[in-house]
């Protein structure tokens, strides 16, 4: 029985690189290091830091040439590894990952710690990828859970590695002004008041779903608010819990009372 093909193992196709917004360079150019097959790929960064989306990112990008891709969490794979009882049932598995391109495995923060069975039959999967020319892309969200940080886990294994940086209030901004229609009437400003605090993507799309539906904002002008009145009106600090540290704009000038040059954040 093909137990992967009974999985959900197709990309979100919501989830592109036309939506994906990281200016960290070697994020951009991604390209060259996906390219290179003798070896695999590793992403890892925090929560909210864009590897799953990436993932996903990079699954459509190549089903978009035409080649086999899948995507699958860890938490499948824990799963697949007690349905597979006989040899036969693992030959059929490893048969299918063999008809793929591309094979994106998510969220290995899950198989840290678990049991020897459950790593070695990870390992396997990378292996038996590496050994038949599947390129393998791996991610992982938390970084002190990183299995793959373990060298002898993965000893003798060529990979390349990617850490995401937490994203700038740039690309907090371009992420949400992308969610954003011309219908919903939200002004740069609010954006760049919620992009300038420091938090999760999740914590930042939050905030602007809530204020866009607030009964307040829909009885204001909001195009003409600053920064510190919709701070000051919505609260913006208060959906991000953590401790504040502002971000700064790097399209952004800040100009020197001594000199006339003006130096870019």
Same mark, same amino acid.
Do not use: D, G, M
């Given at each position: 029985m093909n137990y992967l093909a009974q999985l959900h193992t197709n990309p979100n196709k919501q989830l592109t690189f036309e939506n994906y917004f990281n200016s960290q360079f070697d994020a951009v150019n991604l390209q060259a290091i996906i390219d290179n097959e003798n070896r695999f790929t590793i992403f890892s960064g925090k929560s909210g830091s864009g590897v799953t989306h990436l993932l996903h990112a990079l699954c459509n990008d190549f089903l978009s040439q035409e080649k086999k891709s899948i995507y699958i969490s860890s938490q499948s794979l824990l799963y697949i590894v007690y349905l597979l009882k006989t040899d036969e049932d693992k030959s059929v598995f490893f048969n299918h990952l063999a008809k793929q391109d591309v094979i994106a495995i998510d969220n290995l923060q899950f198989? #840290? @710690?678990?049991?020897?069975?459950?790593?070695? #039959? #990870?390992?396997?999967?990378?292996?038996?990828?590496?050994?038949?020319?599947?390129?393998?892309?791996l991610g992982c969200s938390d970084l002190k859970k990183d299995i793959t940080k373990s060298k002898k886990t993965m000893k003798g294994?060529?990979? @390349?590695?990617?850490v995401l940086k937490d994203l700038s209030s740039y690309d907090v901004f371009k992420t949400l002004k992308n969610l954003c229609s011309i219908e919903d009437q939200i002004s740069d400003g609010l954006l760049y008041a919620i992009s300038g605090y420091n938090g999760t993507i999740q914590q930042h799309v939050h905030c602007l779903i809530s204020i866009r539906f607030n009964p307040l904002f829909k009885t204001l002008a909001s195009k003409n608010l600053s920064i510190a009145d919709f701070d000051e009106l919505f609260k913006i600090k208060s959906y991000f819990p953590t401790q504040q540290f502002r971000k700064c704009f790097y399209q952004m000038k800040l100009p020197f009372m001594s000199s006339s040059i003006s130096v870019k954040l």
């Open positions: 198989i #840290f @710690n678990k049991s020897s069975k459950q790593l070695t #039959f #990870f390992l396997q999967i990378i292996q038996f990828a590496h050994s038949h020319h599947v390129k393998i892309i294994l060529p990979f @390349n590695r990617l």
